[in-house]
C-alpha cells in the first residue's frame, strides 16, 4: 500500500501508512520528504534516532523549544536542555537537568 502511494508522489499519505504499521523508518524520511518536520521528527524519535529527531524538531517553523529541550535530554546535553527549559519557565525538568549536571 505504501508503495503505491510512494509511486503515486503521495508521500505523506505513505508516510502516514507506515507509521500505521510501524515502519517508523520509512515513514520518517517520507515525512521529511513531505517536509512534515514534526511527524519526521516523532517517527526518529520513537525510534531513538535522537539526533536526526533534533534535526527534524529544528526545522519546524517557528522551532518547537519543548520538543527540542526532551530531544537534549535524550542525548545527555543536560546544559543546552536546561537552557530551554529555563526559557520555556519550566522549572521541575530544569531542576530535572541541573541534578544531572553535578
Do not use: V
Not at 503515486?8 to 512534515?36: P, V
Not at 529527531?53 to 543536560?78: C, F, G, N, S
Amino acid at each position: 500500500m505504501a508503495d503505491f502511494f510512494e509511486f503515486r508522489g503521495e508521500l505523506e499519505l505513505a508516510a502516514h501508512y507506515l507509521e500505521a504499521i510501524d515502519q517508523l523508518e520509512k515513514a520518517g524520511k517520507f515525512f521529511e520528504e513531505s517536509k512534515r518536520y514534526m511527524r519526521a521528527g516523532e517517527c526518529y524519535f520513537n525510534l531513538k534516532n535522537f539526533p536526526k529527531a533534533l534535526e527534524m524538531y529544528k526545522k519546524i517553523d517557528p522551532p518547537d523549544l519543548q520538543k527540542i529541550a526532551q530531544t537534549h535530554e535524550r542525548l545527555k546535553d543536560y546544559q543546552s536542555a536546561l537552557d530551554l527549559w529555563e526559557k520555556l519557565g519550566d522549572k521541575k525538568a530544569a531542576q530535572r537537568c541541573r541534578k544531572k549536571l553535578k
